[in-house]
């Protein structure tokens, strides 16, 4: 039976072509901005590589841990509430990074407020989604599903393109911090106007009116200032605690912040009284019922490695084709990097991501992946050849297409099988456990990749890069795969990051 939207006050007579195209913009460009216009940002302020892997690599935490207060979304206000209030929310926390930029010593000041506008980004996506599922009927729902994907990819274009692009050209006319201060700071502004339309253009599809502002800030409001003041105290501690483990404080704050997420995992995992059929009991028993499914390790073990590599080589791509030729880098000017990585690479991977779905439906998952996994895979290697020799801007363009051509049809198949993973009652649940795990997967190699490039120089790293692809691809032959192929399976096409 088609489900059809509930709709406050009567029919919804908005046409989704007002907003959807709109929604998945606004859900696409704060997230390319956060994770991959940083690094081209703090490249071009003169950090140091291994800072700018370290640190912006941290800024994919909200996404793993947007989970726990995704209920809140759901439970509190309404979603087209959520999503214009987040959409302005955004543009302050972009305008106030723009303004960090152009303080002396602006790293950790900007680095503070991209984290703000991260845990935004991703309540965000929250809320979209499920204001997409609210506003249309199943049947509208596969209409526009190619749809949301386009507009997401345009929104990545804008970000790593037009943005990356602008910022070069401004350089060329005002100095550099000023240069991206404007360019980030307009983004901010589009954000900002985007909330306001949206505020106009969202229907009201939700019949139940918002709680009072006393409940949101009690329950909203009081776990969110608990956790920016324990990630504040985890910093504070941080920081005393490194010199007497001779470590950095980026490597204290994280080794502490690790220890307190398994200890928070184990007190939750081990609880064995909660109250009766309260949220809380609920909220645990998702994550039991994913973490006690069989094969459930031989899963979140593909989940974590099948872009181990490769997410090395997509966290130093970037600084590698900014850096000067003399220290081993392509020596690209942002205007160039904005065609050849942001504008021609993300429609090489849109074609690759075509290819890779139809080659799917044709021969299904597990005749399909192994194929697949190579295209995303192989072409690393060509980072190799192109760190060890000068070769022509041609040449780059090549490399680069055919690179982002593979990822695109290898995380073809990586998605369809995170939509594997959600299964039961609770597939909504466990399909955000899945893609914050791959967030997980994204982070903890970008973190490392900094060290190890400044250590190795860009043509061994890249080559230990492309080794560390191998235990990904092993766990293919561990992982279940019954019934992944059969017509019922999981599917979709949801905007992946």
Not at 360 to 365: D, E, H, M, P
Request: charged letters at 10%; aromatic letters at 14%.
């Amino acid at each position: 039976m088609e489900t059809t939207p509930a709709v406050a006050g009567g029919e919804n007579k908005t046409s989704p072509w007002f907003y959807v195209p709109s929604l998945y913009f606004a859900e696409g460009v704060p997230y390319i901005l956060i994770n991959a216009v940083s690094v081209v940002i703090y490249k071009r302020l003169g950090v140091q590589n291994d800072d700018i892997a370290f640190w912006t690599s941290w800024l994919y935490l909200p996404w793993v841990i947007k989970m726990f207060w995704s209920p809140a979304v759901d439970l509190y206000s309404t979603k087209r509430r959520w999503v214009y209030s987040m959409n302005i929310l955004m543009g302050a926390a972009l305008g106030a990074t723009a303004l960090a930029l152009g303080m002396p010593n602006f790293l950790y000041p900007s680095l503070a407020f991209f984290f703000l506008g991260a845990f935004i980004s991703a309540t965000q996506d929250i809320a979209i989604d499920g204001f997409y599922m609210l506003s249309l009927s199943s049947s509208q729902q596969a209409f526009y599903t190619g749809i949301r994907v386009a507009f997401y990819r345009l929104a990545m274009i804008f970000g790593t393109g037009a943005v990356v692009w602008a910022g070069g050209v401004f350089e060329q006319t005002m100095p550099v911090k000023l240069a991206w201060t404007v360019a980030l700071g307009l983004c901010g502004g589009i954000l900002a106007l985007l909330g306001v339309y949206h505020k106009f253009a969202l229907p009201k599809v939700e019949a139940g009116g918002p709680s009072s502002t006393r409940e949101l800030l009690e329950n909203v409001g009081k776990p969110l200032l608990k956790m920016v003041v324990g990630l504040g105290a985890a910093w504070w501690v941080s920081g005393k605690i490194a010199p007497f483990l001779n470590i950095s404080h980026g490597w204290a704050l994280t080794i502490l912040c690790a220890l307190l997420a398994a200890a928070a995992y184990g007190y939750y995992s081990r609880r064995e009284k909660v109250e009766s059929g309260g949220g809380e009991e609920q909220f645990v028993e998702i994550f039991r019922s994913y973490f006690s499914r069989p094969g459930i390790w031989a899963m979140v073990s593909f989940i974590l490695l099948y872009r181990f590599g490769e997410a090395m080589i997509l966290k130093i791509a970037p600084l590698f084709a900014l850096d000067m030729v003399a220290k081993g880098g392509l020596g690209l000017s942002p205007q160039q990097y904005g065609v050849i990585y942001g504008t021609l690479g993300i429609i090489a991977m849109m074609a690759g991501g075509v290819l890779g779905g139809w080659i799917v439906s044709r021969y299904g998952f597990r005749k399909s992946v192994w194929p697949l996994t190579v295209a995303l895979i192989l072409p690393n290697a060509l980072y190799i050849y192109i760190a060890m020799h000068a070769p022509s801007i041609w040449l780059v363009y090549l490399v680069v297409i055919v690179e982002q051509f593979g990822i695109g049809m290898g995380y073809t198949a990586y998605t369809i099988y995170l939509m594997f993973t959600a299964k039961g009652k609770c597939k909504t649940s466990h399909f955000a456990i899945s893609t914050g795990i791959m967030a997980l997967g994204m982070m903890i190699p970008g973190m490392i990749s900094g060290k190890m490039q400044m250590a190795m120089g860009y043509p061994m790293f890249f080559a230990v890069a492309f080794l560390l692809t191998i235990p990904g691809m092993l766990t293919l032959l561990i992982i279940p795969t019954s019934g992944i192929d059969e017509k019922d399976s999981p599917a979709g096409s949801a905007p992946a990051h």
